[in-house]
């Protein structure tokens, strides 16, 4: 007969790797460097900071002229003003202004492109 483990000892099944204990990742040096990134390589970007939630931390959505976006963890609403007065861009709030509408185009089309291939 196969030993069994003791009384008391619980086997994970389904576990991850850590358990944050409910706190949201904040944004730390590699986001920074791929906001700078995206901002730095493509025209007409605009940053939108977007509320901290539950879930996630403060980040803020970069769209391009062409609409493609990318988002990405920032430390505060502080830290997403600074990056946008340092990189000359405007920033604008996700919950007073929405999205632009080019980033929705941009998002349709990349959908539609994807189900056609």
């Known amino acids: 007969m196969a030993d069994l483990p003791e009384r008391g000892v619980r086997v994970r099944w389904f576990s991850r790797a850590k358990r944050r204990g409910g706190r949201p990742r904040e944004a730390d040096d590699h986001d920074l460097l ?6 730095t390589t493509r025209p007409g970007v605009e ?3 977007e509320p901290r939630t539950a879930v996630t931390a403060h980040t803020v959505v970069l769209v391009a002229g ?3 976006w990318m988002r ?8 997403a003003s600074k990056f946008a007065a340092t990189h000359g ?3 604008y709030e ?4 929405g999205y632009p509408q080019r980033m929705r185009d941009w998002t349709a089309a990349q959908k539609k492109q994807s189900a056609s291939e």
């Open 34 to 39: 791929r906001l700078t990134e995206f901002v």
């Open 66 to 68: 062409t609409g493609e």
């Open 89 to 91: 861009i405007p920033l």
């Open 94 to 97: 996700t919950h007073l202004m």
């Open 72 to 79: 990405r963890r920032v430390a505060g609403p502080e830290a």
């Open 47 to 49: 940053a939108y900071l």
